[in-house]
């Protein structure tokens, strides 16, 4: 223990030292405060940058992804007037070559329609029209959208009849626009087997399924698939690359209508990408 000074003086001395040590304490503290407040403000005017970086960049794709439209579109009816022989027909050759045009132009569309979607959920301006709607009438639309796509015998894509799925009150566009991405994803990488789609409800929360018997996913791939332009580097995966675009857009929708996309995936076994949502969508509360 430390000795207790007794007289005066001494005292006098461990007060002033103690009182000298506190104001320096004090000042250190105050110099400490001043960084600290100091970094806050940097953080701040860094995330400030960031925002309007971000919003930049969403009106950036937004225009461009606008522009890039009507050139595509040029492009693809005047393929399509050639391919049908509108100024005469054409050699085998020619029509191999402007099928290769149709091909790419659709691709291109596809892509400046996904990245003008991202761009827009980005920027907060997705419009949602929740409806009510049976879950029957969104699988039997879906079969017929996918039926003239079906060109591989080996490969069955089957819906299973949603038991006790109550009507959903949901935007059904942007629900159908996740289940198609998955849908034809699962159609790409699945040589043979089946395409399994399914609807399960437990609580007020529906998951839909779409289960395949495909290549599957590398384990290394699977924390950032749902991110932009992840693609995985497997040589199938590689020759049927699209842009990249579409599990991101997926999981980003996902979000506007209140649920979550996930994925569970074996190498050559298959991979199954699931959504739960609410059954009926909370619209924001609009206090303007
Ligand atoms: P893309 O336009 O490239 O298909 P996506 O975001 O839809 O973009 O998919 C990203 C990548 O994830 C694909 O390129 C593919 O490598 C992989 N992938 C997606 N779905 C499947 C699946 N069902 N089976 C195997 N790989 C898949």
């Given at each position: ?6 007289d ?14 506190s104001?320096e ?38 225009y ?47 892509m ?12 907060g ?148 990408f ?15």
């Amino acid at each position: 223990m430390a000795d207790t000074p007794s007289d005066p003086a001494s005292l006098a001395k461990a007060l002033e030292d103690s009182r000298r040590e506190s104001h320096e304490l004090r000042s250190e503290l105050e110099e400490t405060n001043r960084g600290v407040l100091a970094l806050y403000a940097e953080l701040d005017a860094q995330a400030e940058q960031l925002r309007e970086a971000t919003a930049l960049k969403s009106r950036f794709l937004a225009y461009m992804s606008h522009e890039f439209r009507t050139p595509i579109n040029a492009i693809r009816s005047i393929a399509r007037l050639m391919a049908d022989g509108v100024d005469g027909p054409l050699t085998e050759e020619q029509h191999k070559q402007v099928g290769f045009i149709q091909t790419a132009a659709t691709e291109f569309a596809e892509m400046v329609d996904d990245l003008l979607d991202l761009a827009k959920v980005e920027a907060g301006r997705v419009e949602i029209s929740p409806a009510w709607f049976e879950m029957v009438d969104l699988f039997s639309a879906l079969r017929g959208m996918f039926k003239p796509v079906l060109t591989n015998p080996e490969v069955n894509l089957v819906f299973e009849e949603p038991h006790g799925v109550p009507k959903l009150y949901t935007d059904d566009r942007k629900l159908s626009q996740i289940l198609r991405n998955f849908i034809s994803n699962a159609l790409k990488f699945t040589p043979r087997g089946e395409v399994r789609v399914s609807a399960t409800c437990v609580g007020d929360r529906v998951t839909f399924s779409v289960a395949d018997t495909g290549i599957g996913i590398a384990p290394e791939f699977h924390q950032t698939i749902f991110e932009d332009f992840a693609q995985v580097k497997s040589p199938l995966q590689k020759r049927l690359r699209g842009t990249g675009l579409g599990l991101a857009l997926s999981k980003r929708l996902a979000g506007v209508l209140g649920g979550m996309v996930d994925m569970q995936s074996e190498p050559g076994v298959g991979s199954t990408f699931s959504l739960t949502i609410p059954v009926r969508l909370e619209q924001p509360q609009d206090n303007g």
